[in-house]
């Protein structure tokens, strides 16, 4: 009797651990029914053409989630850096001081957007750990802010020729946008493949993740175990602003257009992502696999919806029930582990 | 003599007149203290004494407002742990701080990682060392589990285990590290400080277990208020000493006088079998018993942990896993939520003022009606004037020195504030007053007028039972004391019984029950 209900629990434990999982595949079979376009490779490749975006967001955002913050200011991240780097290759770049107009090529353009971009999210963990403001105030103040420079950048206007010219040689820039060269598989895709790697490499083998994790688990003992907390966190917003600008980067491109109001809201697809992927909101707990899992939920749910002919309206009901049902499952999740764990003890003893 | 002030041979690190002042308060007031080479330095005195304050100093969590440090004849400052740490300093906190997301290795190691090229972690050699460090601690477990599924004292093991991975460790503080352990376990981290000191590794040990110091100490530092008492080596002392020292013969509050015969008095509650279990094993409050009388003052005493506020949480309705019966009048009441034990008679006032016991956003007037707003409504809306007539009467009765009862609450001194407090305990007509702490952090003038407060209500019939650390202000206020320890009842004084050395004995008695309940 016992036994039973102990494998019993082993296999709810199971099925638990992998829910997110397990939902994706559900939304697949459901979908590839539902919408008869949906099972196919074109199809796919644009869900993961957009699953792309919201996972590198979610990467960084599950990196900041498991320090115990929230960065709301992903999307204008993104936004801005889309601007700038569209703004350098249509308009260059100018000295008003000197008069010049310099054109970068595109390999500069993305590197300056991309370190800006960090900076930015240096800014954020910046004020949050020496001027003390809490992560979701700072980063809403700042999500204001790089949203208003987007629009500031262009006036408003958007920039809709970024093909570059080729006698400045700036021309190239839809490399991140469209399919690796003799493959149908989107840059896109890669660029997420390589930065999840790293990141859960990062996380699960350096030290700096072991900091990561400790300090969302414990920030007080990890200041008396002598890691530098502040620097830290600061390294973790920086690089969430890192990943935002690659998303801008890579949403511009695909769009062969810099629109201000790109990323818009993206910052909640980001954390649906995170939290749907096990990333605990009290920290400490997530990881980088989970988070790439639910990155696809919420890819697959929009788009799929979207082919059903579900309208934005009813998408947007049903993406909240389903976070809402994930985090709901978590709880339950972690209440049968320590109950389990209770277990262990007594009959240790 | 600058010479005079540097270490002796046998001493590793010599505090010269630390003093630590905290906003409003002086926890360490010119405090001088050796730590002896190799031996076991024991540092005790009550809460508030300042212990763990000095040893936060040593081991660079904090910084003294003034005072030298010396290691042989080099001055050190530590501005942080790790500065602590290259000098050979390690210590492990009172309160555990492990973090419970990560497993046993990964705690162990926690920035004390080994790499492979700088980068990349060895966790092989990380799960090796784990093993082989618990094994020496006589607790082998398995090393990935996370640390947050474990027993306290497994939690303890790891904490110990941290500290000991260092091979360059010259100085161990350890902060109370058997509070939480079984006896068996409390036996084998003696076996390890041993081995320890016999390494030439100093320890300095923070306990409030009498006893257990007379077994493992070596050198005894007595603090009381922050201030250095006296130190002696264990050997020429006793525990009736150390407790002298502790307590100190100082100031007396007039004792109360009253000539009434308890046992001819009406019970008014009475408390069986008390139990709340504590999350992990154990209890918090452990099978207590205990009744009081109409108009009595019931004093409960112990040292901090002692499960004295959780008796007022069960009792309020704040625990609803306790077990135990609770008879009000010779009623066995259901205790459901605070809102009903308040409609029941019961008040509290709780421990912490500010963080619960009043609204800082709120005036006087409306913190004052707060939990008595029940009573003057019409409708449904508050009866303001009747409620300003309760204020006021409550405010001249207490003597709350205001001038407008609209200002804010914060404009109010210390005494006042928790004099209002008490005013809107007393404004819900409780049958049972419980005060947790009620003179903490007020001045002499106003503990006075507390205790003058509590005395009137008393000699009107009230029945209060009083939670006090300080041993002064619990002798001259209660008819009838009850010690606890370790969450057990461990005496009940009454009359002429009620003496400081009485109650300390018994407040450090309960630890040795508990290994029967484990």
């Known amino acids: 009797m016992e036994k039973k209900s102990s494998s019993n629990n082993k296999l709810i434990m199971t099925l638990l651990n992998g829910r997110t999982f397990i939902v994706l595949v559900i939304l697949m079979i459901y979908f590839s029914f539902a919408a008869n376009n949906f099972m196919t490779v074109s199809s796919l490749l644009s869900v993961a053409k957009h699953v792309a975006l919201y996972g590198i967001l979610a990467i960084g955002m599950t990196y900041v989630i498991i320090t115990g913050g929230i960065d709301l200011s992903v999307g204008s991240v993104a936004g801005l850096a889309g601007m700038l780097a569209g703004g350098f290759i249509q308009e260059g770049f100018t000295i008003k001081a000197a008069g010049v107009t310099v054109y970068f090529s595109v390999p500069m353009v993305v590197f300056i957007t991309i370190l800006l971009g960090a900076l930015m999210g240096a800014l954020n963990g910046i004020i949050i750990t020496k001027f003390n403001v809490a992560p979701f105030i700072a980063t809403l103040g700042t999500m204001y802010i790089w949203r208003g420079f987007a629009n500031i950048r262009s006036n408003g206007a958007t920039y809709s020729s970024i093909a570059g010219y080729e006698g400045l040689g700036n021309t190239g820039f839809e490399f991140f946008g469209t399919s690796i060269a003799g493959t149908p598989i989107p840059c896109g895709v890669v660029i997420l493949v390589v930065i999840a790697v790293c990141a859960g490499v990062v996380l699960k083998k350096t030290p700096f993740g072991w900091h990561v994790l400790a300090i969302g688990g414990n920030e007080r003992a990890a200041v008396l175990s002598g890691i530098k907390a502040d620097k830290v966190k600061i390294w973790v917003y920086a690089f969430s602003g890192f990943c935002s600008a690659v998303v801008g980067i890579i949403a511009t491109s695909q769009l062969m257009s810099g629109s201000p109001k790109t990323g818009e809201s993206w910052e909640m697809n980001a954390i649906a992502a995170s939290v749907l992927g096990g990333t605990s909101m009290a920290g400490g707990i997530g990881n980088i696999g989970g988070t790439i899992v639910g990155a696809f939920v919420i890819g697959v749910i929009n788009d799929g919806m979207t082919m059903c002919g579900v309208t934005e309206f009813y998408q947007k009901v049903i993406r909240g029930i389903v976070i809402i049902l994930a985090v709901i499952i978590d709880q339950v999740q972690r209440n049968l582990q320590a109950k389990r764990a209770l277990q262990a003890r007594n009959e240790n003893k | ?441 007020i001045d002499i003038g106003a503990k006075t007028e507390v205790f003058e407060i509590i005395n009137k209500y008393a000699e009107e019939g009230l029945s209060i039972i009083v939670i006090s650390s300080e041993l002064e202000e619990i002798v001259a206020i209660a008819d009838r004391v009850m010690v606890l320890s370790n969450g057990i009842k461990t005496g009940e004084f009454k009359g002429e019984e009620v003496q400081k050395d009485t109650l300390v004995l018994a407040s450090y008695q309960g630890h040795h029950n508990e290994d029967k309940e484990n």
């Open chain 2, 1 to 441: 003599m600058a010479e005079a002030v540097k270490c002796r041979d046998d001493v590793f690190l010599h505090a010269e007149k630390i003093t630590k002042i905290y906003p409003g308060t002086k926890a360490l007031d010119e405090v001088s203290f050796d730590l002896l080479k190799g031996k076991v330095n024991v540092l005790i005195g009550e809460n508030g004494a300042g212990k763990s304050t000095l040893m936060k100093m040593i081991a660079g969590i904090e910084q003294p407002s003034s005072g030298e440090m010396y290691i042989g004849d080099r001055e050190v400052h530590f501005k942080d742990t790790t500065e602590a740490r290259n000098n050979g300093i390690g210590i492990i906190h009172q309160d555990l701080s492990l973090f419970p997301n990560m497993n046993v290795y990964q705690n162990i190691y926690m920035n004390k990682e080994k790499t492979g090229g700088k980068v990349i972690l060895n966790d092989k050699q990380h799960i090796e060392g784990a093993k082989n460090i618990l094994e020496r601690l006589e607790h082998p477990m398995d090393v990935n589990t996370r640390v947050g599924a474990l027993r306290v004292g497994q939690q303890q093991m790891i904490e110990i285990a941290r500290n000991l991975v260092d091979d360059d460790l010259k100085v161990l503080i350890m902060d109370e590290p058997t509070s939480s352990l079984s006896e068996q376990e409390v036996k084998i981290l003696f076996k390890i400080m041993r081995e320890l000191t016999s390494k030439g590794l100093s320890i300095v040990y923070i306990s409030h277990r009498l006893e257990e110091i007379m077994e493992i100490g070596d050198h005894v530092t007595i603090l009381r208020d922050g201030k250095y008492v006296a130190d002696a080596d264990v050997k020429d002392i006793s525990v009736p000493w150390i407790v002298e020292r502790m307590t100190g013969g100082e100031k007396n509050y007039p004792r109360r006088n009253r000539t009434v015969d308890w046992d001819k008095a009406e019970t008014v509650m009475e408390v069986r079998d008390l139990c709340l279990p504590k999350p992990g094993g154990g209890y918090l409050v452990n099978h207590v018993s205990f009744e009081l009388k109409k108009g009595e003052v019931l004093g409960i005493y112990g040292l901090l942990g002692a499960g004295r506020s959780e008796i007022f949480e069960c009792i309020m309705g704040l625990r609803p896993e306790h077990t135990g019966e609770i008879i009000l009048n010779g009623q066995n009441i259901e205790v459901k939520n605070i809102s009903k034990q308040i409609d029941n008679g019961f008040a509290l006032i709780p421990e912490d003022r500010q963080a619960m016991g009043l609204v800082q956003t709120l005036d006087i007037e409306k913190n004052t009606s707060l939990s008595a707003l029940k009573k003057y409504v019409k409708g449904i809306f508050v009866d303001s004037k009747k409620e300003g007539e309760m204020v006021d009467r409550e405010i001249k009765d207490i003597h709350i020195k205001v001038a407008d009862k609209k200002l804010p609450i914060l404009s109010l001194s210390g005494g006042n504030q928790q004099k209002v407090v008490i005013g809107k305990g007393i404004l819900t007509e409780p049958k049972i007053l419980l005060m947790d702490e009620p003179s903490r952090g």
